[in-house]
């Protein structure tokens, strides 16, 4: 009982200390080169998006959600950088390494959740 009197309340973390730990802020970069990618393609198809111009809209609020809105929920992003995921159907064989490495922070993310 008295262990939870006297219990230590935890900090909760800064949004700088939150995008460090989960290095959002290289996944946003990463994001942003993602987006400009997708400004050069003009067609594609994808089982779940309409288009490319769709899908890069998309991708343009959720970064912007994470910028401007301290959203921090990223599992619109881990779904579409799964492999074989939306990115894949759109950025192909140039687009892998940069969805990979997506893939890899988004899912660290979603795994520490």
């Not at 990463?30 to 890069?56: M, N, P, W």
């Not at 990223?74 to 969805?99: H, K, M, R, S, Y």
Request: net charge neutral; proline share 2%; glycine share 8%.
């Amino acid at each position: 009982m008295f262990k939870k009197l006297f219990r230590k309340k935890q900090r909760r973390l800064t949004k700088t200390e939150y995008y460090k730990k989960w290095d959002l802020f290289g996944l946003l970069e990463d994001l942003h080169a993602a987006e400009e990618l997708l400004a050069t393609k003009i067609s594609g198809c994808s089982g779940s998006v309409d288009s490319v111009v769709k899908f890069r809209e998309a991708l343009i609020d959720e970064i912007d959600w994470l910028e401007f809105n301290n959203k921090t929920d990223l599992t619109q992003i881990f779904e579409w950088f799964l492999p074989n995921g939306v990115w894949d159907d759109f950025a192909g064989p140039e687009g892998l390494e940069l969805g990979n490495r997506i893939s890899e922070r988004s899912t660290r993310w979603k795994q520490g959740q």
